[in-house]
């Protein structure tokens, strides 16, 4: 339904509706989308970081990294990852400064099932936060939601008031093990929970309550505030604006540049689908999972078992082609 000019001058925008009842979180590394659409809170990732990094607007950012790298020294492959660890934060560190809330910043997903490894790595880039002097209280560290992240994520937050921003989460179980964990955020995949259904199913179109990604989402946001668990749920990676309203009032969603600009330009109405109180009230029972009943849930939802698998390939990929780029400055 159009909006008439005059309704439009007095009508909110769909995208400043949206932050009425829900935190909006930029998915981006892009500085300039961040000064624009005002989010509270930023999140990235290595496809996001390594895009940005090949931007010539970005290139200091890559240098001081390199540089970085080369005076800490040792071996080429310590040199890179060093400098790779410092542009993810250089990165966050000017996202700060456009942001009042936090950013999140990716651990490798090459360590995605070596708990002592993501803990390990996780405490480095919040060490190179604090040398650059930013609080941990300012930052998210992303883990992949499989079980040994899920308990990474727990060390982190009981033992060293690190806050986790679980990843890559699809199926109920990694949400219900993320919540009995103590995790401050989660981020299920809205979108990618789409792709597949798409893909191996025969219907092609959802109406967006229909939507596979955004019932996942509904589910999880009624089972967290039913049972009073404090874990944040930030619907992640939309394909559509359709899918962002129809989880307004979600706790949090992080939305791309480009959906962001979408909802800027959309003069309509938006009503809140989700509701703490309707929650409280929904038929869910709760769960306890140790590692084997999570493994066994989470592995009877093939949908999950295969984007887990495929996101953590795709992230490693590109965490991959960033080093590559990085080791073109460190050997020159």
Not at 227 to 244: C, H, L, P, Q
Request: proline content about 3%; hydrophobic content about 40%.
């Amino acid at each position: 339904m159009s909006v008439s000019p005059v309704k439009r001058q007095k009508m909110e925008s769909v995208l400043d509706q949206l932050k009425h009842h829900t935190t909006v979180v930029a998915d981006t590394g892009d500085f300039n989308a961040i000064d624009e659409y005002k989010p509270l809170d930023a999140t990235t990732n290595p496809s996001l970081i390594l895009a940005a990094a090949q931007m010539p607007a970005y290139q200091k950012l890559v240098d001081d990294a390199v540089a970085y790298g080369k005076k800490l020294g040792g071996s080429e492959e310590e040199q890179i990852k060093n400098a790779c660890d410092k542009l993810f934060v250089l990165f966050g560190a000017e996202i700060l400064k456009r942001i009042p809330g936090r950013v999140s910043t990716e651990v490798d997903a090459r360590l995605s099932f070596d708990k002592e490894g993501m803990i390990q790595r996780a405490r480095r880039l919040i060490d190179l936060y604090k040398e650059a002097g930013i609080g941990k209280d300012r930052i998210l560290i992303k883990l992949s939601s499989t079980w040994e992240g899920i308990q990474a994520g727990k060390v982190l937050e009981a033992e060293y008031g690190i806050h986790c921003n679980m990843t890559l989460l699809f199926s109920f179980a990694q949400a219900v093990a993320c919540a009995e964990a103590g995790v401050t955020l989660i981020s299920p995949f809205v979108g990618r929970i789409l792709d597949w259904y798409v893909a191996n199913g025969d219907k092609k179109t959802y109406e967006p309550s229909e939507d596979p990604g955004v019932k996942s989402v509904t589910k999880i946001y009624n089972y967290y505030k039913k049972f009073g668990y404090k874990t944040i749920v930030m619907g992640a990676s939309f394909r559509n604006t359709g899918e962002i309203k129809a989880l307004t009032g979600c706790d949090y969603l992080t939305i791309s540049p480009k959906l962001l600009a979408e909802l800027s330009k959309e003069y309509v109405k938006l009503t809140p689908t989700l509701s703490v109180k309707e929650a409280q009230a929904c038929e869910l029972e709760k769960l306890h999972l140790d590692e084997k009943s999570f493994r066994w849930h989470h592995n009877e939802d093939q949908m999950a078992v295969e984007k887990l698998s495929d996101g953590i390939r795709k992230f490693a990929a590109d965490a991959i082609k960033l080093e590559r780029m990085l080791k073109v400055d460190v050997i020159s």
